[in-house]
Every structure is written in C-alpha cells, then in structure tokens.
C-alpha cells in the first residue's frame, strides 16, 4: 500500500482505514500477513499503526523517534495476533537508509542521496548529527535515551561538531 498527504481526501481517507485495518491496534495476523506499507510522514503521526519492521530515510532524530514508536506498539505473538503481557516477536527492528556521516562531508552531503527531500528537512547540520549518532549508537531503547538522542541532536554544544560545509 502507497501512502501519502497528496491523494485526494476521499482516496486518503480510504487507504488509511485500510492501513489502520492491516496495521491498527485490533489487526490480526491474518491480516498484516504478506503486507508492505510505503508511506511519508503521514504515518509518524496520528495514527495508532504497529508495525513488525521498518525502514526509513534519515529525518531529524526527533521525527526517527517519532517513527520508531510505530513498532511493535501493541503486544503481540510471532505470528501477529494481539496477545495479552509482553510482545512475543523479538527486538524492533528498524533501519535507517543515510548517507555515511564519516569521511569528507560535501555540501550536498544530504541533496546526493535524498535530491527530493533536500527541502523538507533544511538543517542538513542537524541531519549529520542524527546520522553521526545513530551510526555511532546503531540501536536505542525508549525511552531512556531518548533524551541523549535528543540533545546530541539539538543541543548547543554539539552545533559545534557539524562540519562547517553543512552549518549554513
């Protein structure tokens, strides 16, 4: 399923009732099974999805944080159907599509990988720095690092740390 804020409001409203069916917090193994959701920012909030896997392009932290939240939201066995106590199927696994935060960083350091989206996140800086963390960390818990993620990210002393080509 593709989905996006573009679609005409009948068709979006459409497709999210369906992703919230296959994806919602009452969503059975039968039907998640076999389905892929591709879909921008529209589902990093407002909706109460629960994903088994994601992948994402790099977003500012707060927006991967956002992201993350949307897996394995509801408790749920190995097969996907709702389950009362702990999740039963494994680690959250997500993955972060970016360009290497090491080595020489170019002005379009961000624009090479991501030509589209060099104008939806305008702080490529701020995007370094989630990339640098999350390359340095490559995985985190909720919420306990949630806010060393954040301050890495957004905090005073780490703007310093942008290289300077990406500080503009």
């Known amino acids: 399923t593709v989905f996006h804020a573009r679609f005409a409001l ?3 409203l459409t497709i999210e009732k369906n992703i919230l069916n296959d994806f919602g917090p009452d969503s059975s193994s039968v039907n998640r099974r076999g389905k892929v959701v591709i879909a921008t920012q529209v589902v990093e ?4 999805l629960d994903f088994d896997f994601m992948i994402s392009d790099l977003a500012p932290i707060d927006l991967i944080i956002q992201r993350a939240g949307r897996l394995c939201r509801h408790p749920r066995d ?3 159907d709702r389950v009362d106590g702990s999740d039963r199927r494994g680690m959250p696994e997500m993955v972060v599509y970016m360009p290497s935060p090491d080595g020489e960083i170019k002005a379009d350091w961000y624009a090479n990988i991501f030509p589209k989206a060099e104008k939806i996140y305008e702080h490529h800086g701020r995007l370094w720095l989630t990339a640098k963390w999350l390359a340095e960390n490559q995985r985190f818990s909720v919420p306990s690092d949630l806010r060393i993620m954040i301050e890495y990210v957004y905090g005073d002393d780490n703007e310093k740390k942008i290289p300077e080509v990406l500080q503009k």
Not at 45 to 48: P, V
């Open 10 to 12: 009948g068709d979006r």
């Open 45 to 48: 909030q407002s909706l109460d």
């Open 78 to 80: 190995g097969s996907g």
